[in-house]
């Protein structure tokens, strides 16, 4: 039986730039997908193209409009191949062939990684391991909430906490591999910001996430389905929406990825 | 006489979603154009497009390969508009009809901001204002780093600096009132992070760039022509590749903007 994540994720080709996929109960969310899930499609359809070569290294989706539960299609298009990197788009849209409505809009770039100086100078938090922070129980009994453990570190929602500063450990329910499709999808698990700084829920949605990988697919693997380490920080609050600045971190304190989004609050 | 900048960014129209402009000599840098005037020069085609409505607020740029210097051509997608928000692509693109290569890509929101509930997590440094700071003497004698004046606070290039972490005062030669255009632009012109960790001058070439806009049109222009405070951190420098946080603060303490690059660099 495939993991819900992979189950998810599974295309049916129409041309050789497009597939069909499908929304999944799994990872639904209060109004649409999980915008992880959304960005893992996208990430996944570009990865599937026999074109592809290198690995990921730079991914940014904007979310256009809400997905309706069923079919969507995904259309990829290699803008330019250089000799060592490329560059795609994405597009994902509901709709009748001809009528179709884009709904999420991505840009990525693959590159070839080269062994050569490097040095990592965000600092790892000193967080106790995993296995020493209990879970959270789920927000919610069904959908995307369901998919991951959470063990929050610090910053704890529907709390007033003295800064938007969150550190938490997250892993796909059950446990999954690394790969570059979960990673991205973890890449939006962060709360959102205005969670750490009022009591009352608000009604949010993230406009737009940008991803920069860190590790190459043989790092993903070394990591295996272990906790990861997510720590992030409000930037800004500011006239209905807000933005964070996330880091992705390996169990043993390697940096994955660094992530931005942007999200639009209500008030 | 218009200001340099401006005179970058002059566009003939084609069709309603293509202008065509040239590259400008006084922002070339050494193998093309400023990464920041081809941000700006897609932006600006954006704003200048009639059905354009809100005003920015996230802007991302891949760029594909080297522009020569001459015509190139804008091309505006409007791809989807909301009740309150608007989801554009560009591409900026050279040779002949029919035949042309896509160079650079960007995708942005413009919206509708609207006054509620604003907070800035962020923190501005204590730093001396920039009276106080003597500008750096220009590392070239031509080209774009003739066109903004730089008052490094922290962080020397081309220096064993103890982090990657830099703040310096940056405006425009001459000073030209503040807005989106030349906002987009500045946020191009922080320091590479490895300059701040080698003696030696390592190549490099930026391949992706994403703002945030933290503040309105009216706050740009009660901003004015004053120096910004640009506020940048390294995070990861990883098998050829490097990424920033940055933040643009305006004189008295304001966010502006926060933007993240992934860079290039030989070794």
New interface residues.
């Given amino acids: 039986m495939s993991h819900p994540f992979d189950a998810a994720l599974i295309f049916e080709p129409l041309s050789p730039q497009r597939v069909r996929g499908r929304t999944s109960e799994a990872y639904w969310n209060m109004v649409g997908p999980y915008g992880g899930i959304t960005a893992a499609a996208l990430m996944r359809a570009m990865l599937e193209r026999p074109e592809r070569t290198g690995e990921p290294?730079?991914f940014?989706l904007?979310y256009?409009?809400p997905i309706a539960a069923g079919e969507f299609v995904i259309e990829t298009e290699l803008?330019?191949a250089?000799r060592s990197?490329q560059?795609w788009?994405m597009r994902l849209m509901q709709g009748e062939t001809g009528a179709e409505?884009?709904l999420a809009?991505a840009?990525a770039?693959c590159?070839q990684?080269?062994?050569?100086?490097?040095?990592?100078?965000?600092k790892c938090p000193d967080v106790p391991p995993a296995d020493d922070c209990p879970p959270a129980p789920p927000r919610r009994a069904e959908g995307f909430l369901q998919r991951y453990q959470f063990r929050p570190v610090r910053g704890l929602p529907f709390a007033e906490n003295p800064?938007?500063h969150s550190e938490a450990w997250v892993q796909d329910v059950p446990p999954r591999p690394l790969d570059f499709t979960s990673l991205t999808a973890i890449c939006d698990s962060f709360l959102p910001?205005i969670f750490l700084?009022r009591k009352e829920f608000t009604p949010i949605g993230t406009?737009?996430m940008?991803i920069?990988f860190?590790?190459?697919a043989g790092e993903l693997a070394r990591h295996g389905d272990a906790p990861l380490l997510t720590v992030a920080?409000?930037?800004?609050?500011?006239?209905?929406?807000f933005?964070h600045?996330g880091?992705v971190w390996s169990r043993d304190g390697e940096?994955l990825a660094?992530t931005?989004q942007?999200v639009w609050?209500k008030?």
């Fill in positions: 290294l730079a940014t904007n256009l409009a803008v330019r250089n990197n560059h788009t409505r884009c809009l840009m770039i590159a990684r080269r062994e050569v100086w490097s040095h990592v100078d965000a800064d938007s910001r700084r406009v737009s940008n920069y860190h590790a190459g920080d409000g930037q800004a609050f500011s006239d209905g929406h933005d600045n880091l940096l660094s931005h942007l609050y008030e």
